[in-house]
């Protein structure tokens, strides 16, 4: 058997080293610093006031007047609108864990003690009060998850009074589009009603050629 001469030996070495220098790349790091708060602003500022301002400036008080009929009957902003309260109710619930709990009670009563005696009528009322102290901060936690809820759910609520108007508007233009584009087209077939009866005038006359009054 015949033995590889030592320069086949060194290319093949060569050959290895230069394969295993492409596949192997040294690790690289990149700094990125993330940002503090991430926050996106509402459309119109989360205003109901400046999104009906906005749709004004459109100056058709009819588009308008459809928008704020859409939002009074949609079922996505009725629900939009009852999960704020339910967010509302749990909020209050929750910050009414971290003040003192007062209650008051009264009672009355009114009868006779003792045979003989006049009736007479006794009143007794009394305050208690509690106060758990939050040293875990449970209850504040919970308080900061509620008002945080409250804000998430006013943002679906004016996101879809902004979803039912951009809704609204875009069947009202796209209908005024329909509306223009058919006034169009019978401006078209009146005026070529109209040519073809000046055509077949000229064609009796013999101006024009009986095919062109076909």
């Known amino acids: 058997m015949k033995l590889p001469s030592a320069r086949s030996l060194i290319a093949t070495a060569a050959v290895l080293a230069l394969s295993a220098c492409s596949s192997w790349m040294p690790p690289t790091q990149v700094s990125a610093e993330a ?23 459109q100056g058709d008080p009819l588009l308008v007047e459809l928008i704020a009929a859409a939002q009074a009957v949609s079922p996505s902003v009725s629900a939009s609108l009852a999960r704020v309260e339910t967010a509302r109710a749990q909020q209050a619930a929750a910050f009414g ?7 008051a009670q009264l009672v009355a009563n009114r009868g ?22 939050d040293l875990v901060g449970a209850n504040r936690a919970v308080n900061s998850a509620a008002r945080a809820n409250v804000e998430g759910s006013q943002a679906q609520w004016h996101d879809a009074r902004v979803s039912v108007a951009a809704e609204v508007a875009n069947l009202y233009y796209g209908q005024a589009h329909c509306l223009q584009q058919l006034a169009l087209t019978q401006r078209d077939a009146t005026s070529r009603q109209e040519t073809a009866r000046l055509t077949e005038i000229s064609a009796k006359a013999g101006f024009v050629a009986p095919s062109m009054a076909a």
């Open 35 to 57: 940002a503090p708060q991430w926050h996106t602003p509402l459309p119109h500022q989360g205003s109901t006031e400046k999104l009906t301002e906005w749709w004004q400036q």
């Open 97 to 103: 864990a971290l003040v003192p709990n007062l209650g």
């Open 112 to 133: 006779v003690s003792q045979p003989g005696l006049p009736v007479t009528n006794s009143q007794q009322g009394g305050l208690q009060a509690a106060w758990e102290i």
